[in-house]
Each structure stands twice: as structure tokens, then as C-alpha cells.
């Protein structure tokens, strides 16, 4: 699926009312591996799933005063829009934001 495409569907997903798992969020090496190794096994190319288990928004969150935003993460490719994280590999909006935010 082309990237424009799939980033629609993402956003209408999370518009519609997408359950995800925002809390808590992966603020350890422990939380990170965790997410990701459910993301391998539990959610495989499923893109709901993925969403879920990575705690996808369609909005920024806020956490200790620190905006977390797809745009300010270290897997964000700016130029792309574009989620970098192995596990995930996904078109995203720089306003989004995942539990696996990194700087």
C-alpha cells in the first residue's frame, strides 16, 4: 500500500476511536523490549494491532512537560513522514505520537 494511502488509514483508524494502549508509556530498556517483543509476536502485519499495542494518538502527548510527537522522535524521518522503528515501519503524521517515543 502506498505510504499516502496507508497514512489515511491510520488516521481514519485512530479518528474512528481506536482503542490503543497509550498507558503506561515505554519509559525503560524493560517497557521498550516488552512493547516490541509483543509487536513481533502478538501483532505480526496486523496494522490494528500495531496501532494498539504501540499506543498510537492522532494527537501529542504530553508526559512530565515533554511533548511527545512523532515529529520530535528519534525514528521520525522528517522528509518521509515516516516511522523508522523496525517494528513498526509506518507512515505517520508528525502531530501523532506512540508509546515508544524515543529522543
Known sequence: MEDQTLRKAIAEKLASGLKTEVWPRATTSKDVNEIVRRL??????DLSEKLII???TDHVI???GIEQSCEACMYYKVHARFCDLPELILPVEPTWSCR???I
Not at 513481533?40 to 502485519?45: D, F, I, T, W, Y
Open 62 to 64: 504530553e508526559v512530565d
Open 40 to 45: 513481533q509476536v502478538e501483532a505480526g502485519h
Open 100 to 102: 515508544l517515543w524515543r
Open 54 to 56: 504501540a499506543g498510537f
